[in-house]
């Protein structure tokens, strides 16, 4: 059997630490053409604790997904150091190990399951992949549909596409936890149900948090499933980190103007409250082409000279609670530099 | 009291265990075009393998006065041929070399073909330029040149005209199982597989192949009419069999000089070509929609 995964640097050490990740997607000019990149993740730092759930939110193309790839290593990062739970990845810890500790459940509960595959096979197979004998591995398969919630004699030997979407997506979380990880990453894993599956799928996560101690890495561009779920957050804006902090401390104090702009634009059931203006303008600038300096200042309100020259570095604004942003910058040229302090 | 709450679908049948070749299986019987096909090669199969035991007329004996008799003729069901030789057995005697030069090359080149592409479209990179662009050297050809030259250097012989088709088919099916690996290696189960751990070879065995050799196999059957026709070509040029060796499809050559005399005997051989290879296609067929349990 898979044994259990030991904690070795004690709760306080971060559980993921992760610094200067980075991934340039090459384009094609033609054969004759300039040779460019997407900078589909560049640069970022941030660190996971153990027991919290991380989520991590913003608009579509900012390079989560990309940030949760890179994580599991499906894709090789150009750059970047990821240490898992005091250990680096690569000399000390193999990625087959690395794999062992860190799960994902993807978006597309259909598209993750092998077609011909029954569930039963398709939950059994990572164990199997790491030793466990067939007998042992359907066993722990079957007990792990019951924990999801879906019955072991109905569904064991049934075919994905018999299963509705979020029985589908049950068992993508029970072959996520075939593994006994101790990181599950959840990229958009809930986007694509029903609102009420949704809810149900949520709770579910909840409660399999609490009973095998997980940590959640929770990527989505919902917000409001992001509050509900997270201790912290953090959000991106074209392959950069732009705000990591406390979830409650964000929603009623977001310090970075983009977050500000995207918590403006969760539609409120309040009628006092509504908005008639979009909040934040157009779409986001090229990854091909990202503008210098801050990389927000084409779209920011407050943006001033200075911003198109110089770029802000992710800084402690609050305990706990890091902004890049110059206004969060002291003496960073900025006219409002440090007044958004006493502001809050 | 308790009142069962429980929905009608939890008492669902609990299905006994299968397996995915068992339900494949099961859902191919099933299907009435797939039996009468498979009965239809059976039949041919087996007259072929036992035809010295079936008491047919000897298939090299041929009579200057007895040539080109039609259908129905005493001793001779299906007439005879331009040298006098009974028909039937010639057709069954024939299926020997026939079916094995139809089939083999094309089997040879479904194994070897489907590795190939499944490595290439698996991998990508630098291995699928690799494996690819050496195909594509393969591909420039015309199949019916590119058999004659390889059978002319080998030297003729049934052997030898194996191998040159098994050649000659490569090309095409590893394009059809590059292709197909690629749609299906882009698929989230087959990250899912990596992130587990699993190494490419577990992947592409459990993962991959399972998805993909459907759709190459259909291709692959395809090819045996074309592989029996090439064969025909060769012996033709007298780089396959030789006469007198019955064989279908150097049968539809000499008899063509006869086509004005008896066209419905004359087309026989082809009948016969045409019957394995739409056999081996809507079996296939039927194979291909059983493996997609979708359905």
Same mark, same amino acid.
């Not at chain 1, 991934?23 to 033609?30: E, L, T």
């Not at chain 1, 084409?298 to 609670?321: K, M």
């Not at chain 2, 019987?29 to 007329?57: E, Q």
């Not at chain 2, 009974?86 to 070399?97: N, T, V």
């Given at each position: ?75 090789? %990062? ?48 990572? %164990? ?217 | ?170 090309? %095409? ?123």
């Amino acid at each position: 059997m898979l044994e259990e995964i030991e904690d070795r640097g004690g709760p306080r050490q971060a559980l993921l630490d992760i610094k200067g990740l980075k991934k340039h997607f090459p384009v094609s000019g033609g054969m004759l053409g300039k040779k460019q990149v997407v900078r589909a993740v560049d640069g970022v730092d941030f660190g996971v604790a153990k027991g919290e759930t991380l989520g991590i939110v913003g608009e579509s193309g900012c390079g989560k997904s990309t940030t949760a790839r890179l994580l599991m290593h499906l894709i090789a %990062p150009d750059a970047g150091s990821i240490v898992y739970d005091g250990t680096p990845i690569g000399r000390d810890l193999s990625l087959r190990e690395l794999r062992r500790r860190m799960q994902m459940v993807f978006q597309d509960s259909y598209a993750s399951l092998n077609p011909r595959l029954t569930i039963e096979d398709s939950i059994a197979f990572g %164990p199997k992949v790491h030793g466990v004998p067939d007998a042992k591995a359907r066993e722990l398969a079957r007990d792990l549909l019951g924990r999801v919630g879906l019955k072991p004699e109905t569904f064991a030997n049934r075919y994905p596409h018999e299963l509705s979407g979020g029985q589908r997506q049950r068992v993508n979380i029970a072959r996520a936890l075939a593994l006994k990880p101790r990181i599950v990453i959840l990229d958009e894993a809930v986007s694509a149900l029903d609102k009420s599956v949704e809810a149900q799928v949520l709770n579910l996560l909840i409660d399999l948090k609490r009973d095998f101690g997980l940590t959640y890495i929770f990527i989505s561009h919902d917000l409001n499933v992001v509050r509900y779920v997270s201790d912290r957050v953090l959000v991106m804006y074209l392959g950069e980190v732009v705000e990591i902090g406390p979830v409650d401390e964000m929603w009623t104090n977001p310090r970075h103007p983009y977050t500000a702009a995207l918590l403006a634009s969760m539609p409120t059931l309040d009628p006092d409250r509504r908005t008639t203006q979009a909040p934040l303008a157009g779409d986001p600038p090229n990854p091909i082409d990202p503008p210098p300096g801050c990389r927000f200042h084409t779209r920011c309100p407050h943006a001033e000279p200075v911003c198109a020259s110089t770029r802000p570095s992710l800084a402690d604004a609050a305990p706990n609670h890091a902004v890049a942003c110059l206004m969060h910058a002291a003496n960073s040229g900025h006219s409002k530099a440090g007044t958004m302090l006493e502001a809050s | 009291m308790a009142i069962a709450t429980e929905p009608l679908r939890e008492i669902a049948i609990v299905e006994k265990r299968r397996g995915y070749w068992g339900t494949v299986g099961r859902r191919l019987v099933r299907d009435p075009v797939s039996m009468i096909c498979a009965g239809i090669l059976l039949l041919i199969f087996l007259s072929a393998i036992f035809a010295p035991w079936l008491g047919l007329a000897d298939p090299f004996r041929g009579s200057m006065i007895t040539r080109l008799r039609p259908f129905g003729t005493e001793g001779h069901p299906l007439g005879t041929d331009e040298l006098g030789r009974d028909m039937l057995s010639r057709l069954i005697y024939g299926g020997r070399l026939s079916l094995l030069i139809g089939i083999l090359p094309v089997f040879n080149a479904f194994v070897i073909g489907t590795i190939l592409g499944v490595i290439a479209g698996y991998n990508g990179g630098w291995a699928n330029s690799a494996i690819m662009r050496t195909i594509d050297v393969f591909y420039a050809f015309p199949s019916v040149l590119l058999a004659i030259a390889i059978s002319g250097a080998l030297g003729a012989g049934v052997l030898n005209s194996i191998v040159s088709l098994t050649i000659v088919f490569i090309p %095409p099916i590893a394009r059809v199982a590059e292709s197909v690996t690629t749609s299906v290696r882009n698929l989230d189960f087959v990250d899912a597989a990596r992130a587990s751990g699993a190494s490419a070879l577990t992947i592409m065995r459990v993962h991959v192949m399972g998805n993909v050799l459907g759709p190459i196999f259909v291709y692959a059957t395809s090819l045996i009419s074309v592989s029996m026709i090439l064969a025909a070509g060769l012996s033709f040029l007298g780089l396959g069999t030789r006469p007198p060796q019955p064989e279908w499809g150097l049968m539809l050559n000499t008899l063509r000089t006869a086509i004005y005399v008896d066209p419905w005997l004359a087309a026989l051989p082809g009948v016969m070509i045409f019957a394995v290879s739409i056999g081996f296609n809507l079996l296939s067929d039927g194979l291909r929609s059983a493996m997609d349990i979708r359905n």
